[in-house]
């Protein structure tokens, strides 16, 4: 496996492309997923409905719209590697948060949505040929390959996670 070239996706998601240094995804998908679960288990029902400001979602938007983000990328890649060519638009992850009640979820009920997500999202990355990797589609304005998509499930799960660890660091409330 290798990194995805700059051909490989938009400029829009190198940020989330660089924060995954790792030549092989696969890995790195799986270590996120207990990893990330863990955390979503540890920060209690109160705080979880927190907004620190200046940030305007609560801990559970942001799990909310990870989970989001990752379920429409995974579909993306699905639907590149079954060579659907037709043009995909992109999401408003405020308009998709706004229109979720992600806060009155249970901590449970959303690590269990993750894991699902990211498990299912395994299941067909680890079930790709060579070949299907570098399969691409149109994803808003530009193209992206599946190779590239796995990257930027990976990318943005990190980006959002260091956010949370950061304001969990700063809270005086327990976790």
Same mark, same amino acid.
């Given at each position: 496996m290798s990194r995805p070239t700059?051909?490989?996706y938009q400029h829009f998601f190198r940020g989330y492309?660089?924060?995954?240094?790792?030549?092989?995804?696969? @890995?790195?998908?799986?270590?996120?997923g207990e990893i990330f679960g863990s955390l979503i288990d540890s920060i209690d029902e109160e705080r979880a409905i927190q907004v620190d400001p200046p940030y305007a979602w609560s801990f559970k938007q942001v799990i909310g719209h990870i989970i989001d983000a990752e379920q429409i990328?995974?579909?993306?890649?699905?639907?590149?590697?079954r060579?659907?060519?037709? @043009?995909?638009? @992109?999401?408003?992850?405020?308009?998709?948060?706004?229109?979720?009640?992600?806060?009155?979820?249970?901590?449970?009920?959303?690590?269990?949505?993750?894991?699902?997500?990211r498990n299912a999202n395994i299941a067909l990355f680890e079930s790709l040929t060579e070949d299907d990797w570098s399969f691409q589609g149109q994803a808003g304005p530009g193209m992206i390959s599946v190779r590239g998509l796995a990257y930027v499930i990976a990318g943005h799960l990190r980006h959002h996670e260091k956010i949370l660890?950061?304001?969990?660091?700063?809270? @005086?409330?327990?976790?």
């Open positions: 700059d051909q490989e492309i660089e924060q995954v240094a790792e030549d092989d995804i696969l @890995p790195v998908l799986r270590n996120q990328f995974g579909y993306r890649a699905l639907r590149f590697i060579k659907d060519t037709t @043009p995909l638009a @992109p999401f408003d992850e405020n308009w998709y948060v706004s229109h979720a009640d992600f806060d009155r979820l249970t901590q449970k009920q959303l690590s269990f949505r993750f894991c699902s997500v660890r950061q304001r969990l660091d700063a809270s @005086p409330m327990q976790r």
